[in-house]
């Protein structure tokens, strides 16, 4: 393969990621990585690393347009952050100590996870209450308010320790896969915080670009981010998803939602068998 | 504050995605026809430092992966004026794991 196919094939693979990651929901990454191991025979730590890059460009790029628009909770956000950065460490450190199948094995079950995720769907918003919001947070002024056609509606936060604790996995995770696990992070605001959907997904993306700089240096240091992989797949995605994002108001996205579970989950099943075959 | 960090985010990112096309297309009329070979040259970081194709792509990466950095740096600065001594101890902490896993490397 020379350089121009093998770059050209992985911008296009990686546009269509990042569209269908804007569309569903579900980010890029966990596709991208499959993608360059399986059918680009990258490196599994230059996939991660190149995946890592497109998380902070797609993430960073997305929280500029939805810090404006008021969902995001930017005090619960940073406060967040503290664990996930501290994860984000520890899970990138991993990276350079586990042998690489177990890596490819853990992504893979990463995988089938969030396409059951998918495939299950979003549930409904639990009613929001301000006043069973926990002390911590009332302390820190982490409630907020969800704009809405009749003014802001308040909001409490539940839970605050055991959402900052599911916050530490996500950044492991991050760490250790080169991507935002954006799954999880949601499903702590959403389930176990009580925070509005709404809010969980856009604080959730906002928080995903500090985690990923967390584990960037550290990838840097090992040289898993290598620019020739690294290129075609960032500025892919972010075409991709920006793409994705001027379609998504005016599309029906579930049956699309269930295709890319089903990719999602194909691409898992290889993941894992790499990761336990011989 | 949330005007700040949007424009602070947008800039960051446009001008990394800016800096990689660049080095990319540079990178790939002098490197275009070659085969690709992955385990050669790719042993030293240094590798790619320097102004040459790949160098200037990972200027670009650099700039994309500080760009959240200065996103908490400039969050950090606006809590110091608000007084809010509480928050801004929160992102100076943040601050610090992000340098100290950046430093390690630059």
């Known amino acids: ?278 | 504050m949330e005007r700040w960090l949007s424009w602070v985010l947008r800039t960051g990112v446009l001008l990394a995605a800016l800096l990689v096309s660049v080095g990319a297309l540079w990178y790939l009329m002098v490197d275009g026809q070659r085969e690709i070979l992955w385990d050669c040259a790719l042993k030293g970081v240094d590798v790619h430092r320097g102004l040459s194709p790949t160098g200037l792509i990972h200027l670009g990466l650099l700039l994309l992966i500080l760009t959240p950095v200065a996103r908490v740096a400039l969050a950090l600065g606006l809590y110091l004026e608000e007084r809010d001594w509480t928050f801004a101890l929160i992102t100076f902490w943040v601050l610090l794991v992000l340098l100290g896993s950046l430093l390690g490397y630059l």
């Open chain 1, 1 to 278: 393969m020379s350089v121009w196919e093998f770059s050209l094939g992985v911008f296009l693979g990686s546009t269509l990621a990042g569209f269908l990651g804007a569309l569903t929901g579900l980010g890029g990454g966990v596709v991208l990585v499959p993608l360059l191991v399986l059918v680009f025979r990258v490196d599994l730590h230059h996939a991660l690393g190149a995946s890592l890059v497109s998380v902070i460009a797609t993430s960073s790029g997305a929280a500029a347009a939805y810090v404006r628009e008021g969902y995001t909770n930017l005090r619960l956000g940073m406060f967040l952050e503290l664990a996930t950065t501290l994860g984000a460490l520890f899970g990138a450190g991993l990276l350079g100590v586990l042998p690489k199948r177990l890596v490819a094995l853990v992504f893979g079950l990463v995988l089938l996870h969030s396409a059951y995720l998918s495939y299950q769907g979003r549930l409904e918003d639990q009613p929001i209450d301000p006043k069973d919001s926990d002390p911590l947070a009332k302390r820190l002024r982490l409630e907020g308010g969800l704009p809405s056609p009749e003014g802001e509606r308040a909001y409490g936060v539940r839970r605050l320790l055991a959402g900052l604790g599911l916050m530490g996995l996500a950044g492991v995770l991050s760490g250790l896969l080169g991507i935002g696990s954006g799954a999880i992070k949601v499903l702590a605001m959403d389930r176990v915080m009580g925070l509005p959907y709404k809010v969980s997904t856009t604080t959730s993306n906002f928080m995903i670009g500090v985690t990923a700089a967390a584990s960037a240096g550290i990838y840097l240091r090992q040289g898993y981010i290598d620019p020739r992989v690294s290129f075609p797949v960032m500025l892919g995605v972010l075409l991709g998803a920006f793409l994705g994002a001027r379609i998504l108001p005016r599309s029906s996205t579930s049956w699309l939602r269930t295709l890319f579970a089903l990719v999602i989950a194909a691409l898992g099943l290889q993941m894992v068998a790499q990761g336990v075959g011989k």
